[in-house]
């Protein structure tokens, strides 16, 4: 049986390819990180759980998740298992009344998945040695999980991000954040989000 290592998320950063981001996993034992390259969607369900924000209307993944646990079906780990052509293959791992089911699944997912159910995240050795690499004490300061770095970010975010919020009211503030995840603008959301939690 292929040796698993637990991993976890470390950073979510825009890719070069347009639309797409890379979400990077780490083994704090190891020091070994691997980048997985998702999309839009994905990237934005699996940040805003790391950042506990909630869309006003059910995403894919909580409409997937609330449909499982209202059937009573749990969900144990996910692992990356493959690597073929540079693509990963995972796996869910689902339980029901003790019954354990393998199930496949694309990686982004598979983990948006993981973080629903707060289920570890597992990598086969085999591919932490094939696609991995030793994290750069000079990222050790790397921005927060789901935030565009100053240069990633589009032009039109640098000027919005001067713009203060404290003109706001907390009820103008909540709409707009509501607007903001609802067109997946998630850097700004995630101001928000902070702004509302400094007042709280």
Do not use: W
Not at 28 to 56: D, F, R, W
Not at 70 to 84: P, S, W
Not at 91 to 104: A, E, N, P, R, W
Request: with cysteine; net charge negative; proline share 4%.
């Amino acid at each position: 049986m292929a040796r698993k290592v637990e991993v976890f998320i470390k950073n979510i950063l825009p890719a070069h390819s347009h639309g797409a981001y890379t979400l990077v996993l780490h083994s704090p034992k190891s020091k070994i990180q691997l980048p997985v390259l998702i999309g839009a969607l994905e990237a934005q369900s699996i940040a805003m759980e790391m950042e506990n924000m909630k869309s006003t209307r059910p995403l894919t993944h909580d409409l997937f998740a609330t449909t499982l646990k209202n059937f009573n079906i749990g969900i144990t780990e996910i692992c990356i298992e493959k690597l073929a052509e540079g693509i990963y293959y995972s796996s869910i791992y689902f339980v029901q009344d003790g019954l354990t089911m393998q199930v496949d699944s694309r990686t982004s997912d598979a983990i948006a998945m993981a973080m629903k159910f707060k289920c570890p995240i597992f990598v086969t050795q085999a591919i932490l040695d094939e696609a991995g690499f030793e994290e750069d004490e000079k990222d050790a300061d790397i921005d927060e999980p789901g935030r565009q770095t100053e240069e990633d970010m589009p032009q039109e975010s640098k000027s919005e991000e001067k713009t203060p919020f404290g003109e706001f009211t907390m009820q103008e503030l909540e709409n707009m954040l509501d607007e903001a995840i609802n067109i997946e603008d998630y850097s700004k959301a995630a101001r928000l989000r902070d702004e509302i939690a400094k007042r709280k």
